[in-house]
């Protein structure tokens, strides 16, 4: 079994920053592919980045150039650093872990963007 956690969100205003982290802890292999995904109200949950073991990336459209997603392995975290962030990226951002057809989820954690 694998636990995700975590930690970071909370209330930013337009324009400004926020940084996410996620640990990850348990059986973890040593290729696996971490990510975060939102989901805001009466939407569908979206990918947002994801990062394999190797490094290589993988970000939507809507964030490419203000979010940078990194991890590191020997610790098992993920990182997601949102900068100039928009109202429409208010949502519950939720840490992934995908490794071998397993697929594993973090609680979330709360982004609001307001002024």
């Known amino acids: 079994q694998v636990q995700l956690v975590e930690s970071g969100g909370g209330l930013a205003q337009p324009g400004g920053s926020l940084r996410l982290s996620c640990a990850a802890s348990g059986s973890i292999s040593s290729f696996n592919v971490m990510g975060w995904y939102r989901q805001a109200p009466g939407k569908q949950r979206e990918t947002v980045a994801r990062?394999?073991?190797?490094?290589?990336?993988y970000y939507a459209d809507s964030v490419k150039g203000r979010f940078t997603i990194s991890r590191d392995n020997a610790k098992s975290t993920v990182n997601l650093q949102m900068n100039t962030l928009k109202p429409e990226d208010t949502a519950v951002y939720y840490c992934?872990?995908?490794?071998?057809?397993?697929?594993?989820w973090g609680k979330g954690t709360l982004v609001t963007v307001s002024s």
């Open positions: 992934n872990l995908y490794a071998y057809a397993l697929e594993y």
């Open positions: 990062i394999t073991n190797g490094g290589n990336t």
